[in-house]
């Protein structure tokens, strides 16, 4: 019985030991083979510098405003239509004063010397409204816009002749 205890036994430690080398040659199987050789790092480029801040792009301080930049509009004798000319006027008097928007002005309504105190009075008014209904029409609120008549009362030119009435025949237009 001791040679079969001992037989027994021989077996168990061999198929532990077999079991142990087969499980032990599988997991080295498994591993990754280790690299012979190391591989050389690659230089790391220098860091590129940063190009400058662009600078933002600045505006222009806006001007400041003054009624003088405006245009007057010039009327025919006896009229308060707008002619092409006087359009034109308004026209460059509307962009400034869209590019100003806190700007304020009266419209001053002018007559040249001929005709009576009242008619010129009257005339000068619907001018100034001619120009504000103009300027209104492009753009311009009307809060901005004031009217008054001076009729014959202020020239422009103190002449006495047809060149001096066309430039007294006017819209003219003065700081709020």
Known sequence: MRNRTLAVLTSMLLLTLVFGVTSCARKAAQTPPTPTTTPTPTPTPPPVPAPPPTPEPTTPAP?????????????????????????????????????????????????????????????GEKRAQAARDYLVGAGIATARLSIISYGKERPFDPGHDEAAWSKNRRAHFTQK
């Open 63 to 123: 001007t400041k405003f003054t009624a003088s930049d405006l245009q007057p509009a010039f009327f025919a004798l006896d009229s308060y239509v707008l002619d092409d000319a006087a359009r034109g006027a308004l026209d460059g008097d509307a962009k400034m004063l869209r590019d100003h928007a806190d700007a304020k002005v009266v419209i001053e309504g002018h007559c040249d010397e001929r005709g009576t105190v009242e008619y010129n009075q009257a005339l």
